[in-house]
């Protein structure tokens, strides 16, 4: 199972990024996904989740209104698209996959490798 997050850099406050997650080696349609952040010297925090349908997703207070996750089962990839991005959303962002719908990490099985998200002010 591969997870490969891209799309992070280095952008102005109030800009924004989206970042894809293109999975393999699994049936990307029966899993949930899942995005979580680590700012530098900070734990790992959920973000944002999509259920294996698209049907249901959930926010952290922080970002909701900002980001939107989406997913095409087609092209096995999720999707989150950040708007308004702030300085405090400077972090390594990660996708994960994983059987439950969650905000905690460790009920997901597969994780991406990061990809970082820089946010100037």
């Known amino acids: 199972v591969q997870l490969q997050a891209s799309g992070g850099g280095l952008v102005q406050a109030g800009g924004s990024l989206r970042l894809s997650c293109a999975a393999s080696g699994l049936t990307f349609s029966k899993y949930n996904m899942g995005w979580f952040r680590q700012a530098p010297g900070k734990e790992r925090e959920f973000v944002t989740f999509?259920?294996?349908?698209?049907?249901?997703?959930y926010y952290t207070h922080s970002v909701k209104g900002r980001f939107t996750i989406s997913r095409d089962n087609a092209k096995n990839t999720v999707y989150l698209q950040m708007n308004s991005l702030k300085p405090e959303d400077t972090a390594v962002y990660y996708c994960a996959a994983g059987r439950g719908l969650s905000s905690v990490a460790s009920e997901y099985d597969y994780w991406g490798q990061g990809t970082l998200v820089t946010v100037s002010s």
């Open positions: 999509i259920s294996w349908s698209g049907g249901t997703s």
